[in-house]
């Protein structure tokens, strides 16, 4: 219909469409085209965004889970390598009371 608006006259005059009224349809133009938004594609675009929204939110949340375990790891690390020293330094305590009671040499 929009590549040839002129089949719409002939098929307006040619049905006597106009009969009866006090016009007498000479052709239509159709010069300008208002098309409406699709509410349906603004809907699904609209829903996409959220579910990006959602999804970004998501992974936000296991990034800062990732970073919060990680640094819990490093913590761990650190406590575990304090109780390793405080233990290194008794042994020079127990080799020089070892030497002091001689029982080292038996």
Do not use: C, H
């Not at 469409?17 to 133009?29: H, K, R």
């Not at 010069?31 to 992974?59: E, M, R, V, Y």
Request: charged share 25%; no cysteine.
């Amino acid at each position: 219909m929009l590549s040839n608006p002129f089949s719409i006259s002939k098929e307006v005059l040619g049905n006597g469409l106009d009969a009866g009224t006090a016009y007498e349809i000479l052709s239509i133009d159709i010069a300008d085209i208002d098309i409406g938004k699709n509410i349906g594609a603004l809907l699904q675009i609209d829903q996409a965004n959220a579910d990006l929204n959602i999804a970004k939110a998501k992974a936000e949340e296991r990034r800062a889970m990732a970073v919060a375990l990680e640094q819990e790891m490093v913590a761990r690390t650190q406590e575990a390598r304090a109780k390793v020293i405080l233990e290194e330094v008794k042994i020079p305590t127990a080799i020089s009371g070892a030497f002091r009671s001689r029982k080292m040499f038996n």
